[in-house]
T-cell receptor
Framework: GNSVTQMEGPVTLSEEAFLTINCTYTATGYPSLFWYVQYPGEGLQLLLKATKADDKGSNKGFEATYRKETTSFHLEKGSVQVSDSAVYFCALSDENWWYAGGTSYGKLTFGQGTILTVHP | NAGVTQTPKFQVLKTGQSMTLQCAQDMNHEYMSWYRQDPGMGLRLIHYSVGAGITDQGEVPNGYNVSRSTTEDFPLRLLSAAPSQTSVYFC??????????????FGEGSRLTVL
């Protein structure tokens, strides 16, 4: 089945440091890939996405490139801020979700999450 | 602009008690789901629904029950609470075509402790 593996956390950085959070996946077919962010006390919200190989998703200074050859979707930001402190989740959706039925229908597979803390 | 609303935000139960977590969305989304979030395990799908009257099981459905009588509401019932159900629960919804792009809209979560 599908799976997502994120780098172990927590990650602690100083403001303006460079951020990388690694994400690799295992999937049948050709999934879409996502990063979600969860700020303290809130629900998850979509940060960025990529739906095909070599696509780059970007938002709020964060970027991630869909690398099919390495089955990866690493999250990067050139200069983090204290306000970026949150939990980050990598996720994928099965390309066949609409047709397959069964347990893959309507399912996003999430990684375990990486806690990021940015200090002033 | 309510989005997805979950109640209660916090709940403490004793083993064997039953309760219902409420979820409502005002975006006319066809798809609704419940996830549980546990440390080091990410989010795991409990149940989901693709429309009123239609529900299906996710990865970890045991001990939970759902129904979908209206488009707006998708309650999650714990039949006989166990300490293993201590978790943070998230309700999420999407328009069905948005699912292929992964755009789930999440509530703020309900933190449940079972003693």
């Amino acid at each position: 089945g599908n799976s997502v593996t994120q780098m172990e956390g927590p990650v602690t950085l100083s403001e303006e440091a460079f951020l990388t959070i690694n994400c690799t996946y295992t999937a049948t077919g050709y999934p879409s890939l996502f990063w979600y962010v969860q700020y303290p006390g809130e629900g998850l919200q979509l940060l960025l996405k990529a739906t095909k190989a070599d696509d780059k998703g970007s938002n709020k200074g964060f970027e991630a490139t869909y690398r099919k050859e390495t089955t990866s979707f690493h999250l990067e930001k050139g200069s983090v801020q204290v306000s970026d402190s949150a939990v980050y989740f990598c996720a994928l959706s099965d390309e066949n979700w609409w047709y397959a039925g069964g347990t893959s229908y309507g399912k996003l597979t999430f990684g375990q999450g990486t806690i990021l803390t940015v200090h002033p | 602009n309510a989005g997805v609303t979950q109640t209660p935000k916090f709940q403490v139960l004793k083993t064997g008690q039953s309760m219902t977590l409420q979820c409502a969305q005002d975006m006319n989304h066809e798809y609704m789901s419940w996830y549980r979030q546990d440390p080091g395990m990410g989010l795991r799908l409990i149940h989901y629904s693709v429309g009123a009257g239609i529900t299906d099981q996710g990865e970890v459905p045991n001990g939970y029950n759902v129904s979908r009588s209206t488009t707006e509401d998708f309650p999650l019932r714990l039949l006989s609470a166990a300490p293993s159900q201590t978790s943070v629960y998230f309700c999420a919804s999407s328009y069905s075509r948005g699912l292929s792009t992964g755009e789930l809209f999440f509530g703020e979560g309900s933190r449940l402790t079972v003693l």
